[in-house]
């Protein structure tokens, strides 16, 4: 009999410290009760890095950033926004300064700064209410995809989807 299949890699195409800081914040929600799962697509063809809900059902997008680059040029982040309750920022330690700027958002858009370990809350995010109607469709989008990452482990050959 063959072993179960893995979970789905996340940030396999990131360099290290991207799956470091996604350790960090999910152990921070998971202290929170918030639980999280990576790169989930949504329905506008963006991908998030990492969607979290609460006990209340509040989504929250979470954006990580490990470069300066990589922050810098991000212009889509906006495109999230439509599809969460909350939208956090997770950097390591190195970026957190940058994140104060205007147009990051500094009053809607939380910070959170992470390494492997831990995380901390350097800004809340903003509790910006979704239409009932986007936020029941997300958790069917959310709890669906979470199933069918779930039910490749009872049989591989059912792939993981995206």
Known sequence: MSSAAPIPDCFVDEPPVAAEVARGVTRLFCRRDWFAMCEVPLPNGRRADLVAIDPKGHLTIVEIKVSRADL????????YLDYCDRFYWAVPQSLRGLLDEANFLPDEAGLLVADRYDAAVH????????????????????????????????????????
């Open 72 to 79: 810098v040029g991000d212009c889509k982040w906006r495109d």
């Open 123 to 162: 800004r809340e995010a903003l509790l910006r209410p979704l239409n009932p109607a986007r936020r029941k469709a997300e958790w069917l989008n959310l709890a669906r995809r979470a199933a069918r990452r779930l039910s490749a482990q009872i049989d591989p050959t059912l792939g993981f989807g995206s």
